[in-house]
């Protein structure tokens, strides 16, 4: 019988799958103006969809990871299922808010808008934090520091590696703009403090 925490972590893979897809779809007739296409930002795209699908899908019908396994309590795991839940609203909502404005690799389309409302309007990389959040349902899902840790790992990666470049892109392109905009928001989490005063730049 398959696990139920295993069945939600694979609907989770299809929804995030679908969701990717059509957005994809969607945006093809994009024209990005100025792209950022590092052999390092692409390694980290690969390494993404590694971790969403072989990696946990190994851990859940096979044993190689089974060294890995840790206990988990069974109501950690039913947050879990709501934090895969959330994750899948933020994963759409982040896509669907920026519109014709989304690509998957770092890009300045040719009718580039900055997108600053629904998702945005708080944390600058609402798609990011639905990976750190996936990455701690799928841990409390999966029980097993390898297949249950992969998603995280690659939002630690964005964290640090893509947001720079990102930004660094996005000022070059909206300069004062994404500079005030940084100043009213946060990376992944709401800023609480009122820091209006603090000059990223
Ligand atoms: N980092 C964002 C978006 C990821 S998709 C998030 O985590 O939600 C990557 C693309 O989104 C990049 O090509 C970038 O140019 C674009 N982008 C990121 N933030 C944007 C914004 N506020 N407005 C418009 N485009 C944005």
Redesign the pocket.
């Given at each position: 019988m398959v696990d139920p925490f295993h069945a939600a972590f694979l609907v989770f893979t299809l929804a995030i799958g679908g969701l990717r897809g059509f957005y994809q779809w969607r945006n093809r007739a994009n024209q990005p103006v100025r792209?950022d296409a590092t052999l390092l930002d692409r390694a980290l795209l690969v390494f993404a969809i590694i971790a969403m699908m072989p990696v946990p899908l190994l851990q859940i019908f096979t044993p190689v990871f089974a060294f890995f396994d840790v206990a988990i309590a069974h109501w950690l795991s039913v947050a879990g299922v709501i934090l895969l839940v959330a994750a899948v609203w933020m994963f759409w909502r982040?896509h669907a808010d920026?519109g014709a404005?989304?690509?998957?690799?770092?890009?300045?389309q040719a009718a580039?808008?900055?997108?600053?409302r629904g998702?945005?309007r708080r944390i600058?990389?609402?798609?990011?934090?639905s990976l750190l959040l996936a990455g701690i349902g799928q841990f409390l899902v999966l029980h097993n520091w390898i297949g249950g840790g992969s998603i995280f790992v690659t939002g630690v990666l964005f964290y640090f590696i893509?947001?720079p470049k990102?930004e660094a892109?996005?000022i070059g392109q909206f300069g004062a703009s994404y500079r005030d905009?940084m100043r009213r928001t946060g990376r992944v989490l709401p800023r609480i403090l009122n820091v209006a005063t603090i000059d990223p730049a």
């Open positions: 792209h982040s920026l404005n989304w690509s998957a690799q770092l890009a300045i580039h808008v900055l997108v600053e998702v945005y600058r990389h609402p798609m990011y934090a893509r947001i990102e892109l996005l905009y």
